[in-house]
């Protein structure tokens, strides 16, 4: 039997039927039996990122954050494009791990959806840049841009577009490889 990977999933969005979070879901059904996922639902109880209060006392939601990061063979990010950039809450969370060390060399695979022609291509790239600053190991063929999400996802969430499943088997397969 293979060796067990734990991948954290995170969403960008709290939206509760957002595409992204149906997205997230609809990979993790996709997954091979060893690989066990942490969805992380804590993105909306962070504090705002303050620098004074983390070298006072850690946040226990900031705390929390960076032990599910810590105990990951590596990181799955699936995340809307709000205001042509990363959602408020999504960096927020970053910010908070920026100097801690948690995302060093941590395989990590970054997909944005969008109902837009653009899929989102801006957050993804912004993403991009922050996650590599943080040292973070981007998976190689490990980003997806999804344009016209909600015409490849239905409402229940499941992939309707042959074309995307294949794709996301694809950057799942590449990621469970660099979490060995």
Not at 100 to 122: V, Y
Not at 147 to 169: A, V
Request: proline share 6%.
């Amino acid at each position: 039997m293979d060796k067990e990977i734990k991948i954290l999933a995170i969403s960008g969005s709290l939206r509760q039927n957002s595409s992204n979070k149906a997205l997230m879901n609809a990979i993790i059904g996709l997954a091979k039996e060893n690989v066990k996922f942490t969805i992380y639902g804590g993105l909306g109880d962070l504090p705002h990122f303050n620098q004074d209060i983390d070298a006072v006392e850690e946040p226990v939601p900031v705390k929390e954050l960076r032990t599910h990061i810590k105990e990951a063979d590596g990181v799955l990010i699936c995340t809307p494009e709000y205001g042509n950039g990363v959602p408020g809450v999504l960096k927020n969370a970053l910010d908070w791990l920026v100097s801690s060390g948690e995302f060093i060399n941590k395989p990590t695979t970054i997909i944005s959806a969008s109902p837009s022609p653009m899929g989102g291509d801006k957050a993804n790239a912004s993403l991009l840049l922050t996650l590599k600053m943080m040292n973070a190991e981007i998976v190689e063929r490990g980003t997806l841009i999804i344009p016209h999400i909600t015409l490849k996802l239905n409402k229940e969430g499941i992939i309707t577009d042959p074309e995307l499943k294949q794709e996301l088997l694809s950057v799942l397969q590449t990621l469970e490889q660099a979490c060995h």
